[in-house]
């Protein structure tokens, strides 16, 4: 299994929040540039990127502190948090961004993220963003009318690089990541499927990987140094 620390940032900041609420954002580094090496010395497989801002403004609001965070960064670079228009998707990938990450485009524009798969092959991350089940959209506001299977096969088959499943109750508390809905969605897709949300602990990780997913991104627990990401690592890379 693969493991991608996550740096989400709001208003200039490193931060975590809580079921995706603005209002209960924990800063964890106001310098998030700094982060970049710290989180990839120790054995992480990439970085996973986030406009917060720009996920609930609905267009990106900090292409310049990403695009520094991309060319710092020695390892390659997933970008998501508010990429709505192919104007949007062509500026991440001028960045140097390795992947570009759609959620909300995908339930309301999905000729659009059809057309990027297309356009951009192995360079489009599909967010699968779910609340009970159902995908969540603008920033996790609104729950859209498609359940996250659905969903998930619809952009595999536009030749989605890989899907991002989240489950949004869980995100931010370290509570577990939902294993039994990430291993449904990855049996029902033939691309990667990468786990978000909810892991607080090496045994969560453990048990991803002993579930066969393929990749994992991971957040609070390691700015809450429940572990570190050369002990997640070792896990995810099924060295411990």
Not at 2 to 8: N, R, S, T
Not at 134 to 160: C, I, P, Y
Not at 163 to 172: E, K, M, W
Not at 185 to 203: H, K, M, P, Q, Y
Request: charged content about 25%; glycine content about 10%.
């Amino acid at each position: 299994m693969k493991l991608y620390p996550a740096i989400d940032l709001l208003a200039g900041n490193a931060v975590r929040l809580e079921e995706g609420r603005r209002d209960r954002a924990t800063v964890f580094s106001n310098n998030p540039i700094e982060l970049v090496a710290q989180l990839a010395r120790d054995g992480a497989d990439r970085l996973h990127v986030v406009d917060l801002d720009g996920a609930f403004a609905g267009a990106p609001q900090q292409h310049a502190l990403i695009a520094e965070l991309v060319a710092r960064s020695p390892l390659p670079v997933e970008v998501g948090g508010g990429i709505r228009d192919r104007a949007a998707i062509e500026d991440v990938i001028l960045a140097g961004a390795a992947y570009v990450v759609l959620g909300t485009a995908a339930v309301k524009s999905p000729a659009l993220v059809e057309e990027a798969c297309r356009a951009f092959p192995d360079r489009i991350i599909v967010a699968v963003d779910a609340r009970d089940g159902l995908v969540a959209v603008d920033g996790w506001t609104a729950t859209g009318n498609v359940s996250a299977v659905e969903l998930g096969k619809r952009a595999a088959g536009w030749g989605a690089a890989a899907l991002l499943y989240t489950d949004v109750s869980r995100d931010g508390l370290q509570l577990g990541p939902n294993i039994e809905a990430t291993a449904a969605l990855a049996r029902s897709v033939d691309c990667e499927v990468i786990a978000s949300g909810g892991v607080g602990s090496l045994d969560d990780l453990r048990r991803l990987r002993d579930a066969n997913i393929a990749s994992v991104v991971v957040g609070r627990a390691i700015y809450d140094k429940k572990f570190t990401v050369a002990e997640a690592a070792a896990v995810a890379h099924g060295d411990s």
